[in-house]
């Protein structure tokens, strides 16, 4: 291999390699947004609300489904019944 080819794969490599870690980054900043939504429905909906299912479920889906407190749809699989 001569040495721009060698230049060219080096470049490749290192551009392939920022792009997954500016990946990581945002999904990372996606989980710490759905995990601080998590705790402000707990803090408004108390007992109702299951926190730790939700902070599970944030991180099992990577930040991709933030509950959204005021909509009922988004915070339905985190609710539960108090007898």
Not at 43 to 71: H, Q, R, S, T, W
Request: with cysteine.
């Amino acid at each position: 291999m001569n040495t721009s080819a060698k230049k060219t794969v080096f470049l490749v490599a290192a551009l392939v390699l920022i792009a997954i870690v500016g990946y990581t980054a945002a999904d990372m900043e996606d989980v710490g947004m759905c995990i601080r939504n998590c705790a402000q429905c707990k803090k408004m909906l108390g007992a109702y609300f299951e926190g730790p299912l939700c902070a599970d479920a944030c991180v099992k889906f990577k930040g991709k489904m933030i509950p959204d407190c005021e909509n009922i749809e988004s915070v339905a699989p985190f609710l539960n019944k108090l007898e």
